[in-house]
């Protein structure tokens, strides 16, 4: 059984740090891309990072571009976003998902194809 856990979202204030986990277990396939989403109150889910077994590569939507970081730690099955310099506009509830892509360019995988979702972490950016 395919389970996410995300963990690391709490309060912060405008520019600074948090780093989410999201801990992946029983998945055995040999690729995959993993994504971070998130969804503010009133407001649909968006995808804000992902990244692609097969090759490492990464996407960041525009508005988290040189802000955030995504990337894995293989040994402990983990995939982190790195979230740096955080706005108010960031407040959300996170989601790791994860879904089966042989590929690069993980930004060609769509939302309703990730098969596995973890609860989600609330992140809120307020002074």
């Known amino acids: 059984q395919v389970q996410l856990v995300e963990s690391g979202g709490g309060l912060v204030q405008p520019g600074g740090s948090l780093r989410l986990s999201c801990t992946v277990s029983?998945?055995?396939?040999?690729?995959?891309?993993i994504a971070w989403f998130r969804q503010a109150p009133g407001k649909e889910r968006e995808r804000v990072s992902c990244?692609?077994?097969?090759?490492?590569?990464?996407y960041y939507e525009e508005p988290v571009r040189r802000r955030f970081t995504i990337y894995r730690d293989d040994v402990k099955n983990i995939v982190y976003l790195q979230m740096n310099n955080l706005k108010p506009e960031d407040t959300a509830t996170y989601s790791c998902?994860?879904?089966?892509?042989?590929?690069?360019?993980?930004?060609?995988?769509?939302?309703?194809?990730?098969?596995?979702w973890g609860q989600g972490t609330q992140v809120t950016v307020s002074s």
């Open positions: 029983g998945y055995t396939k040999d690729y995959y891309s």
């Open positions: 990244l692609a077994s097969n090759d490492g590569s990464t």
């Open positions: 998902a994860i879904t089966y892509h042989s590929g690069g360019d993980c930004i060609w995988v769509l939302e309703d194809e990730y098969d596995y």
